[in-house]
């Protein structure tokens, strides 16, 4: 598959630890470093003699020393449980907001795959992955996430969906993490098409699927029209469910179905809770960011 270094950002929740898992099990055959973040903000404190008796400094010393010694367990929790010895794995605490220490990680590290974990429905408004999980894929443009859901057990990818409209040129290199993956695993790619009534393709999306096809001649390939079902999102839900797949891939570009589901209303993305894990391939070529200076900035996680 050849990808050397993976981040995994934690809060050492129930569902960081099964992202841990699953990213463990999918690069178990390969050399490569597992890069597990954590990003800490003290707790602000909650009255005014507390504030008059606590400064800031000591709070991010104590808020530092529990980021340290959680990843530390998590570590020792990963090497009691598994054995394989061409991974490594390296911890990063910072003081810092999720999003601009990964920009800054996956620059600094030449970080090739983002795996997170993603929440459970906890409010309407995060119902669609967990709010950390969109923020990650909406600011991060050079590099593909993989979302996790809270309880997925590690299925080997033997059947990749690729949903797409056809309507966007691909890039070899954009494609290049779904065609590792299908490599890695000799996994069939599923092609799906969701229409919202079924007509012929135009040239355009003609010419994108004959591309498609070119990049995809090392790997056997499917191509799926669907017509949709009440949303995109549930289209794809029933779909991934009727084949069996075990690994979503989408590109994420204006217009897409990646667009399209994270801005669907509440009520039309209700029962889809990425019921399996989803592999997000930012457009290449746009606004890559520069360095990100880390902002000493105080917030609230998620």
Known sequence: MSMKNILIPTDFSENAWNAAQYAIELFKEEECTLHF?????PAIASSRF??????????????????????EMLVGQIRKRYTYANQNYRTISSFSLLVDEIKSVVEEEGIELIITGTKGASGLEEVFMGSNTVRIIKSIKNCPVLAIPQHFEFTAPTEIGFATDFNRFYTQSELQPMINLAHAFGANVRIVHVQYEIKALTELQQFNLSML????DTVPYYVHTVSELNSVSKTLEVFSKELDIHLLAMLNYQHSYMEKMTREPVIKRVAFHTQIPLLVIPELGMNSPSKNKKENQMSVSN
């Open 37 to 41: 973040l954590n990003v800490y903000t």
């Open 50 to 71: 507390m504030a008059a008796s606590l400064n800031g400094g000591q709070l991010e010393d104590g808020a530092h020393a529990a980021s340290l010694r959680g990843l």
């Open 213 to 216: 096809r070119k990049y995809l």
